[in-house]
């Protein structure tokens, strides 16, 4: 059925653990996630970037339709997330779109402008009865763009402007920058576990790591042991789907029906989905 992102979250943090939360891009994506997710009984986040939004010619309409219609027939808890929002007229469509979560991305910005933004983009999602989450630091490595330096200032969440960005905010959740990067086809990154440690001491709202697919396994158990609820991972399932439908065509060169290789893919991802959120150790 179709859940509430935050009440998700508040599960998990509750429970010390993490809920996962995936990128969709097609129907595939959409149908593989739940496949998984119910592989192995465990609720999950359907996200959709606003990436995923241009990629669709700018309409968040079908996969937020899509994504509902399977939702709503799961049989485990799904809820619907709005990821990586920079656009306003977007933000703006995240409710009537059938969205009970939003990530608000104002990180690139200078502290001051990302927190002006994130309390406004706050102030409009809590009274459209949305919970909101923004991210403080760079995690870097959207849209083909060199990961940050991690010495540079302001690369890494600093624990204490954190503290005051969430409060001044008012937001539900925060997403850190303590080591992982978006778009990682290897599983070679570390995390600062120091980091987020202090950061998890010191705030009093659920936080969340995006880039996950760039971690192995143990860094994805220690994040979730570390104090991170909400773990967003977009590229394992295109490396799981695109691998997948490289290997078919490769064993079928003379295959032509769309389902046969698109078959293939949406099972690679289902079952790189399963693996995941059993190695988050997010089952109930
Ligand atoms: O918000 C989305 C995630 O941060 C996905 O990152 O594609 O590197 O796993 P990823
Ligand atoms: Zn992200």
Redesign the pocket.
Known sequence: PLAATGELVAAAAAARGAVA?F?VITLEHIEAVIAGAERVDAPVVL?V?ENAVKFRHGRVLPLARAAAEAAERAAVPVALHL??VRDDDLLRQAARAGFSSV?YDAARLPYQENLAATRAATDWAHAQGLWIEAELGR?G?KNGEAPPDPHAPGARTDPGEAAAFVADSGVDAL?VAIG?????TTRTAALDHGLLKRLSATLDVPLV??????LPDEELTGAVAGGIAKV???????VAMTGAIREFLAAHPTAADARTYLGAGRDAMAGAVARLIRVLGAVP
Do not use: P
């Open positions: 939360a990128n996200q970037s990821d990586h990530m995690i490595g997403a992982s990067t978006h778009a990682m790591l995006h880039g996950s697919s760039g967003n991972i977009g590229t394992a399932l295109n």
